[in-house]
């Protein structure tokens, strides 16, 4: 009887110890990809910009955050209606 207590304990004891994965988890990914964006803007001299610009054109290097996307507009497109729909 001991000795089958013993197989079922051993065998849950690997079982668990191969469970506990190395991989990185979710939150793990999520920090990685904010360091890599901070190091990103930090190494470029970046501007980042809290509200968008009134005239919607930008600087050199200034770029807006809308919500973890960081927008920079190259070329406005024009304001009048071609008139196709």
Not at 11 to 25: N, Y
Not at 58 to 85: A, M, Q, T
């Amino acid at each position: 009887m001991k000795r089958g207590l013993y197989v079922v304990l051993l065998t849950v004891a690997v079982i668990m110890g191969f469970s506990c994965s190395k991989t990185k988890s979710y939150t793990d990914y999520l920090n990685d990809q904010r360091d890599a964006i901070n190091k990103l803007i930090s190494e470029n001299d970046f501007i980042i910009l809290n509200d968008f610009p009134k005239d919607s054109v930008f600087k050199e290097k200034e770029y807006v955050n809308l919500n973890g996307l960081y927008l920079r507009i190259i070329k406005p497109g024009d304001k009048k209606k071609s008139g196709r729909r």
